[in-house]
């Protein structure tokens, strides 16, 4: 078990890794977020409502999925690579109570240091590079439909039993 900040669950994560090897492990996480906003007079003009404020909301979750191959190692210092899915769903209450949700799926890429406890239990740390890639995400991107990389830094602290 073990909570991550960035990587495959974006902001942060809850994770449960399972070594079916000696050098592979097969990870689920979850992450979960509320965004909320008010848009005040300033948005009068775009909300189509000139006598108040507005207000918008999103639940966001995220479901990371990846296998890291752990086999460059030296006793509990390793080598992480891996990969997966991060799956998606937004779920949002937008100006004046319209709604809406959507479904998606992100490709992760992961490389990066680890330290776990061979043979036994104890603490694991980890840190490294990730980046998602998919449609809307990233920098650059200028539409749900254009297709992105986001990189980012992993940090994860969390125990071996």
């Not at 990870?27 to 003009?45: D, E, I, K, N, W």
């Not at 890291?68 to 991060?86: F, I, K, M, N, P």
């Not at 330290?115 to 490294?128: D, L, M, Q, T």
Request: aromatic share 12%; proline share 3%; charged share 10%.
């Amino acid at each position: 078990m073990f909570a991550e900040l960035g990587g495959a669950g974006l902001l942060y994560s809850i994770n449960y890794e399972r070594l079916v090897r000696d050098d592979l492990g097969v990870r689920v996480g979850l992450a979960t977020y509320s965004l909320g906003g008010v848009c005040g007079q300033g948005c009068a003009f775009v909300s189509g409502n000139p006598s108040g404020s507005n207000s918008a909301g999103a639940s966001l979750t995220f479901v990371p999925l990846t296998i890291s191959y752990v086999g460059v190692r030296a006793r509990q210092h390793a080598l992480e690579l891996g990969g997966g899915v991060t799956l998606a769903y937004a779920d949002n209450v937008g100006f004046r109570g319209s709604s809406g949700s959507a479904f998606g799926a992100f490709t992760v890429a992961m490389a990066g240091y680890r330290f776990h406890p061979v043979g036994h239990a104890g603490f694991e740390f980890r840190v490294g590079l990730a980046a998602l890639a998919g449609n809307g995400v990233g920098f650059t991107v200028s539409g749900p439909a254009t297709f992105g990389v986001l990189p980012s830094a992993y940090l994860s602290l969390g125990a071996a039993f």
